[in-house]
């Protein structure tokens, strides 16, 4: 099997998701600005998205915040919904914006954090949680997960139009 | 008539987001049953964390001496890598003799203030993969006693409490998580309240039970032992700013804690 045949398939994306949740938990904290890691889970749910379509980058999205979620082993699905609902948005950009101008991981990622910050917002106001300072945290989180999404594009990126 | 595949799938994903949210809606506090699920996911990635650890932390140093190797002249290549090679050591025993002097400290609260109760020295082998939630994975679990609840403690003082137990790993629910809430008090006047997490790893929220606490800029903040789940006279944090509420009586005041919770490598899990 190729690696571009392995990149087309669920395998493939799949096993970079497990690579990005593992160097997130483990690598990634020193470099913390804020107490805000990049999410490279979400960059590569954005870049699966946007080279599979919606359906995949939900399907993506739920198996890395399912990931996510019964790792930190409380508020499960809160991060599966947004990150499945953020890998749909990816998704449906590459249809509508082929042939796949620079500024589309920016759009990507822009919109999969906007979806699962959203339902983070809304669960935490639903349980009476508070964050100090939650648009300039989302802001960090945005401005510092989108070069990775660049530096893991070529891995991702797939010339020919979408099916 | 059957419908469309695409129907089928908005249906299917419609299902989804609403098992996601009920899901979310009974998990919302940390369970034990959930626990369970969660410690043995994590005892299952302890291996690959470890090991992404240990090759993230070689790397690094190797990256320094190949960088440093690679800019040295090339009449004096050699001995600019062996300049190199002397440097990275010298921050070797840099970083380890930073750890010693952590484990010291750690050693000290053992010996002292903690002397009553059995604890057990675990090191961080992860920190919470996600940005909202403030966690960190340590390589102890149920084989080495640790249970749902034991306090976690760093030099200086309380870190946070147990969520998650796998039989070589444990999840550490630490201060900042909004989540967290720990029942607290002013050492110096015994003034009780709750102490909560606000995503922020340098100051927290502690507010009292009374209006009109006795509480100055510098007191010492302790467990309280009111929740039932810490031991009391834990040291917490100390008291940097004073909220005054309705007429100027004390309500609230903001706490920085002892640890350095952003630099947490060795903790101490209190077994109770």
């Known amino acids: ?163 | 008539m059957v419908p469309r595949r695409g129907v089928l799938r908005l249906y299917l994903a419609a299902i989804l987001v609403l098992a996601l949210v009920f899901l979310e809606s009974v998990t919302v506090h940390p369970r034990i049953s959930v626990s369970r699920v969660s410690g043995v996911v994590n005892s299952i990635l302890l291996p690959l964390e470890l090991g992404t650890h240990t090759v993230a932390a070689w790397t690094t140093g190797a990256i320094d001496t190949v960088g440093q190797a690679f800019t040295a002249e090339r009449e004096n290549a050699g001995l600019r890598i062996q300049v190199a090679r002397l440097e990275s050591r010298v921050a070797a025993l840099e970083a380890v003799q930073g750890q010693n002097a952590r484990l010291k400290k750690l050693l000290d609260l053992r010996q002292g203030s903690l002397k009553k109760y059995r604890t057990l020295a675990a090191p961080v082998v992860g920190r919470s993969p996600v940005n909202w939630l403030d966690q960190i994975v340590v390589a102890a679990g149920s084989r080495q006693g640790v249970k749902y609840g034991d306090p976690v403690l760093s030099y200086g003082g309380l870190v946070g409490r147990v969520i998650a137990v796998g039989g070589q790993s444990a999840t550490v629910m630490i201060l900042p998580d909004p989540e967290s809430a720990i029942g607290a008090m002013v050492a110096r006047t015994g003034d009780a309240g709750v102490l909560e997490g606000n995503g922020e790893a340098s100051t927290l929220k502690m507010q009292f039970f009374a209006a009109g606490a006795n509480v100055r800029q510098g007191d010492l903040i302790v467990t309280s032992g009111l929740d039932g789940t810490l031991p009391p006279g834990m040291p917490i944090g100390r008291v940097t700013t004073v909220g005054q509420g309705d007429f100027g009586l004390v309500h609230q005041a903001d706490v920085t804690p002892l640890a350095n919770l952003d630099q947490l490598d060795t903790v101490l899990v209190v077994l109770q």
Request: net charge neutral.
């Open chain 1, 1 to 163: 099997m190729t690696f571009q045949r392995a990149m087309d398939g669920p395998w493939g994306p799949a096993l970079f998701l497990l690579l990005a949740f593992l160097l997130r938990a483990t690598v990634l904290p020193p470099l913390a600005i804020d107490g805000v890691t990049p999410d490279l889970v979400l960059a590569v749910v954005v870049m699966a998205a946007l080279r599979q379509g919606a359906w995949r980058g939900a399907l993506f999205g739920l198996v890395g915040g399912l990931l996510e979620d019964v790792a930190t082993g409380r508020l499960l699905g809160m991060h599966a919904l947004g990150l499945m609902l953020g890998g749909a948005a990816a998704g449906l950009l590459r249809r509508r914006l082929y042939p796949d101008p620079w500024f589309v991981p920016l759009l990507g990622v822009f919109l999969a954090l906007l979806a699962q910050q959203i339902v983070v917002l809304l669960t935490f106001s639903a349980a009476h949680f508070a964050i100090h300072d939650f648009p300039l945290l989302a802001l960090i989180e945005y401005i510092y997960t989108t070069p990775f999404a660049y530096i893991i594009r070529p891995v991702f990126y797939r010339p020919e139009a979408p099916a």
